[in-house]
């Protein structure tokens, strides 16, 4: 069938592949564990102290051989043990969590669809923020389907009359979004490249807004499909905003608390870091522990029911907001890299080995 | 690090260039079999040429010459409007359907979630070697079985990411067993085997005939019909797809053929099947119109791609169902030389 130059070209690209991919490889986990370090470092700068010795460290190696096959993974458990104080067994660092655990729970081709905002509304109706628009490759599209042409948004926006989030599909962390009246749209603000979804800006429930009213406060649930399909909650952060922003992202400033599964809250937030900020709002002042979410049951529940309708991927990530009423809607999932080591180093162990085989 | 950009974008260079070369191999191949078998070729030193001018002008090269000499092998003529198979799925449909949502299209197990009435309600889908209900509900293997008796004597399972007619396995009811569901662990969705139309089963009783309907999605934002053929097994074969030995004919909106059959290289061959192209002159599919406005309406509310090409069935009560749609690598080829062009080129060949 093939010509032996074909046969010889085939045998080089598919050596060539395999080269690459243990290249990649080699980088990407080079790259993990120096951003271990770098963390590491930067974290016993701030605390003025450091816990792990060479004692230490070599219990940690110790661990990391015996567990994952080799003392190489020994960072991103040494930056746990600097955040937590002490070296807890049953941690997974995070070069395993991403490089080995994440590809066989969250394939890429399903995983891929999480940065598309555009198309969440298609593939869990009635549990997200429905948009009002949706633009494609440059193409602008209603809620009916209906193209509408560029010149005409401003107008059908200014028909809504109301405050509006523009979001990029693959935009991450809550860099790109814009918060715009629909009165003052301008088409030339929006980013070129990127699909865009418009969405009005939510209202949240007030006890949520207390805490600070500037942005939408989300709370992060980590869901896990387990090997008999059932779906466990692992984790639960709530996040807020801070000075101003608009958007509750810890990369943008925003801190986070941990939520028991009863509803109870932990009383310390903490940043992006993972460093404790302490049991007040830093702008509100408002005492962590005060707050109440009678609704946890029901972000649990959302969250679970959705993940059991895309049983594609394992592992989720969902940003969820809570209404006025009380009602949880879905403002995003995750798929692709769900937060993980900052949870797993101050409250994990999360998963057992057997969770995760 | 700054070497992975560029390197990115050479490598993607270099499988485009492959691809190309493979596609165009394919038409050497298909246009060496059109002519041994039909002892005629068409496409002469002048018609090249020609052709080569006419690639060059359109496509700003003549190196896209090989699937219009196909064309134009089976047509008996060139003529001028055609669009080239390689361009067409190398650099028109890579931009159109972009790959995380064209490969919704491989999920046959949650087609019923975003496609509703349209497409055939699952009796049960097997995702991560759970088995669920149309709703999500987790069913134990126990209940399974008795479930599939109850809902069909006959079941067909489908993998996910099977095309052409792969992966798709037939099993009666009455004494199914549970292990000749699990040969393996791929996702897959079970179906009741929908019941065709009589009408349908005219040109091959053995077979569920599909509709090939194909929409595009237009710079303007309507989605628009491109054509619509009916697929037919062949020798008592289960399966209607080409891979399969099947064959097909065009269709008006009317459900009437507009060409003869023509098998997988696209050549008319009626004069080895004289009894069943007598009887397709006569044939009328119902519901064709029905069936293209079901395809446009539902492509209208999924415009995350551009081209699809959709499988339909019409079952007894004339009801179109959708099979399957395909927006990873869907074919148009056929379409030119039988009944094209069938693209207004201007508007796609300046957007790329």
Same mark, same amino acid.
């Given at each position: 069938?093939?010509?032996?130059?074909?046969?010889?070209?085939?045998?080089?690209?598919?050596?060539?592949?395999?080269?690459?991919?243990?290249?990649?490889?080699?980088?990407?986990?080079?790259?993990?564990?120096?951003?271990?370090?770098?963390?590491?470092?930067?974290?016993?700068?701030?605390?003025?102290?450091?816990?792990?010795?060479?004692?230490?460290?070599?219990?940690?190696?110790?661990?990391?051989?015996?567990?994952?096959?080799?003392?190489?993974?020994?960072?991103?458990?040494?930056?746990?043990?600097?955040?937590?104080?002490?070296?807890?067994?049953?941690?997974?660092?995070?070069?395993?969590?991403?490089?080995?655990?994440?590809?066989?729970?969250?394939?890429?081709?399903?995983?891929?669809?999480?940065?598309?905002?555009?198309?969440?509304?298609?593939?869990?109706?009635?549990?997200?923020?429905?948009?009002?628009?949706?633009?494609?490759?440059? @193409?602008?599209?209603?809620?009916?389907?209906?193209?509408?042409?560029?010149?005409?948004?401003?107008?059908?926006?200014?028909?809504?009359?109301?405050?509006?989030?523009?979001?990029?599909?693959?935009?991450?962390?809550?860099?790109?979004?814009?918060?715009?009246?629909?009165?003052?749209?301008?088409?030339?603000?929006?980013?070129?490249?990127?699909?865009?979804?418009?969405?009005?800006?939510?209202?949240?429930?007030?006890?949520?807004?207390?805490?600070?009213?500037?942005?939408?406060?989300?709370?992060?649930?980590?869901?896990?499909?387990?090997?008999?399909?059932?779906?466990?909650?692992?984790?639960?952060?709530?996040?807020?905003?801070?000075?101003?922003?608009?958007?509750?992202?810890?990369?943008?400033?925003?801190?986070?608390?941990?939520?028991?599964?009863?509803?109870?809250?932990?009383?310390?937030?903490?940043?992006?870091?993972?460093?404790?900020?302490?049991?007040?709002?830093?702008?509100?002042?408002?005492?962590?522990?005060?707050?109440?979410?009678?609704?946890?049951?029901?972000?649990?529940?959302?969250?679970?029911?959705?993940?059991?309708?895309?049983?594609?991927?394992?592992?989720?990530?969902?940003?969820?907001?809570?209404?006025?009423?009380?009602?949880?809607?879905?403002?995003?999932?995750?798929?692709?890299?769900?937060?993980?080591? @900052?949870?797993?180093?101050?409250?994990?162990?999360?998963?057992?080995?057997?969770?995760?085989? | 690090?700054?070497? /992975?950009?560029?390197?990115?974008?050479?490598?993607?260079?270099?499988? &485009? &260039?492959?691809?190309?070369?493979?596609?165009?191999?394919?038409?050497?191949?298909?246009?060496?079999?059109?002519?041994?078998?039909?002892?005629?070729?068409?496409?002469?030193?002048?018609?090249?040429?020609?052709?080569?001018?006419?690639?060059?002008?359109?496509?700003?090269?003549?190196?896209?010459?090989?699937?219009?000499?196909?064309?134009?092998?089976?047509?008996?003529?060139?003529?001028?409007?055609?669009?080239?198979?390689?361009?067409?799925?190398?650099?028109?449909?890579?931009?159109?359907?972009?790959?995380?949502?064209?490969?919704?299209?491989?999920?046959?197990?949650?087609?019923?979630?975003?496609?509703?009435?349209?497409?055939?309600?699952?009796?049960?889908?097997?995702?991560?070697?759970?088995?669920?209900?149309?709703?999500?509900?987790?069913?134990? $293997?126990?209940?399974?079985?008795?479930?599939?008796?109850?809902?069909?004597?006959?079941?067909?399972?489908?993998?996910?990411?099977?095309?052409?007619?792969?992966?798709?396995?037939?099993?009666?009811?009455?004494?199914?067993? /549970?292990?000749?569901?699990?040969?393996?662990?791929?996702?897959?969705?079970?179906?009741?085997?929908?019941?065709?139309?009589?009408?349908?089963?005219?040109?091959?009783?053995?077979?569920?005939?599909?509709?090939?309907?194909?929409?595009?999605?237009?710079?303007?934002?309507?989605?628009?019909?491109?054509?619509?053929?009916?697929?037919?097994?062949?020798?008592?074969?289960?399966?209607?797809?080409?891979?399969?030995?099947? $064959?097909?004919?065009?269709?008006?909106?009317?459900?009437?053929?507009?060409?003869?059959?023509?098998?997988?290289?696209?050549?008319?061959?009626?004069?080895?099947?004289?009894?069943?192209?007598?009887?397709?002159?006569?044939?009328?599919?119902?519901?064709?119109?029905?069936?293209?406005?079901?395809?446009?309406?539902?492509?209208?509310?999924?415009?995350?791609?551009?081209?699809?090409?959709?499988?339909?069935? /019409?079952?007894?009560?004339?009801?179109?169902?959708?099979?399957?749609?395909?927006?990873? $690598?869907?074919?148009?080829?056929?379409?030119?030389?039988?009944?094209?062009?069938?693209?207004?080129?201007?508007?796609?060949?300046?957007?790329?």
């Amino acid at each position: 069938m093939y010509d032996l130059i074909s046969r010889v070209l085939f045998r080089i690209k598919h050596a060539l592949i395999r080269l690459s991919d243990r290249f990649n490889r080699f980088a990407m986990y080079r790259v993990s564990r120096n951003e271990a370090r770098n963390l590491r470092k930067r974290l016993i700068q701030i605390r003025g102290q450091k816990i792990v010795d060479r004692t230490l460290k070599a219990k940690i190696k110790q661990y990391s051989r015996e567990t994952f096959g080799s003392a190489a993974y020994w960072p991103w458990l040494a930056l746990y043990t600097e955040m937590r104080g002490e070296v807890i067994e049953g941690w997974i660092p995070d070069d395993v969590y991403r490089f080995e655990i994440l590809p066989k729970l969250n394939p890429e081709k399903f995983t891929s669809l999480s940065d598309a905002k555009t198309i969440d509304h298609k593939l869990f109706p009635g549990r997200t923020i429905e948009p009002h628009l949706i633009r494609l490759k440059g @193409e602008y599209v209603d809620r009916s389907g209906k193209n509408i042409e560029e010149n005409q948004v401003r107008e059908y926006l200014a028909g809504l009359d109301r405050e509006l989030v523009i979001k990029p599909d693959n935009g991450r962390q809550g860099n790109g979004i814009l918060f715009l009246h629909s009165n003052d749209i301008c088409t030339d603000a929006f980013p070129v490249e990127s699909d865009l979804v418009f969405q009005e800006v939510v209202r949240q429930h007030k006890s949520l807004s207390e805490v600070y009213p500037h942005s939408v406060n989300t709370f992060r649930v980590t869901t896990h499909l387990e090997e008999g399909g059932k779906v466990y909650v692992r984790f639960i952060n709530l996040r807020f905003g801070t000075a101003g922003k608009r958007v509750d992202n810890t990369s943008c400033g925003g801190v986070w608390v941990h939520i028991k599964m009863d509803g109870g809250i932990i009383k310390k937030g903490f940043d992006d870091f993972g460093v404790e900020i302490g049991v007040h709002h830093p702008d509100t002042g408002y005492r962590f522990s005060d707050l109440r979410v009678p609704f946890i049951a029901d972000i649990i529940s959302l969250c679970k029911e959705t993940h059991k309708s895309f049983p594609y991927v394992g592992l989720i990530g969902w940003d969820v907001y809570v209404n006025e009423i009380g009602i949880p809607v879905i403002v995003e999932w995750n798929a692709k890299n769900p937060w993980f080591w @900052e949870v797993e180093a101050l409250f994990g162990p999360l998963f057992s080995t057997d969770d995760l085989q | 690090m700054n070497l /992975i950009e560029p390197a990115s974008a050479l490598k993607n260079k270099l499988l &485009k &260039k492959y691809r190309l070369k493979k596609y165009t191999k394919k038409a050497h191949g298909i246009r060496k079999n059109i002519i041994e078998r039909t002892g005629r070729e068409v496409v002469t030193k002048k018609v090249k040429k020609e052709i080569k001018e006419y690639s060059s002008e359109m496509f700003g090269t003549p190196s896209f010459w090989p699937w219009l000499a196909v064309y134009t092998e089976i047509k008996g003529r060139f003529i001028h409007g055609w669009l080239p198979n390689d361009y067409f799925q190398i650099t028109l449909l890579d931009d159109w359907n972009i790959k995380r949502f064209s490969e919704l299209s491989d999920m046959k197990t949650f087609y019923h979630m975003y496609f509703d009435v349209f497409t055939v309600k699952p009796i049960a889908v097997r995702v991560s070697d759970i088995y669920y209900d149309e709703n999500w509900n987790i069913i134990s $293997r126990d209940k399974l079985i008795d479930s599939l008796r109850a809902s069909a004597e006959e079941i067909v399972m489908k993998k996910d990411g099977g095309f052409g007619g792969k992966d798709i396995r037939f099993l009666q009811t009455k004494n199914l067993n /549970i292990s000749e569901l699990e040969n393996d662990k791929e996702n897959l969705v079970i179906q009741p085997v929908v019941q065709q139309h009589p009408v349908l089963s005219e040109p091959h009783s053995d077979s569920l005939n599909t509709l090939r309907i194909t929409t595009f999605l237009e710079a303007d934002g309507t989605v628009t019909f491109k054509f619509v053929f009916l697929r037919f097994g062949a020798g008592g074969n289960r399966l209607d797809n080409a891979n399969a030995g099947g $064959r097909l004919c065009f269709l008006n909106l009317d459900g009437k053929p507009v060409t003869g059959i023509l098998d997988s290289t696209g050549l008319n061959i009626d004069h080895e099947n004289h009894n069943l192209a007598n009887s397709l002159k006569s044939l009328i599919v119902p519901s064709v119109k029905e069936a293209v406005e079901n395809c446009i309406q539902h492509h209208s509310l999924f415009p995350y791609v551009r081209y699809i090409a959709w499988d339909v069935c /019409i079952d007894q009560n004339s009801t179109p169902k959708m099979i399957e749609w395909n927006a990873i $690598r869907p074919g148009m080829w056929f379409a030119e030389p039988h009944i094209g062009p069938i693209w207004d080129l201007k508007p796609i060949i300046n957007k790329t």
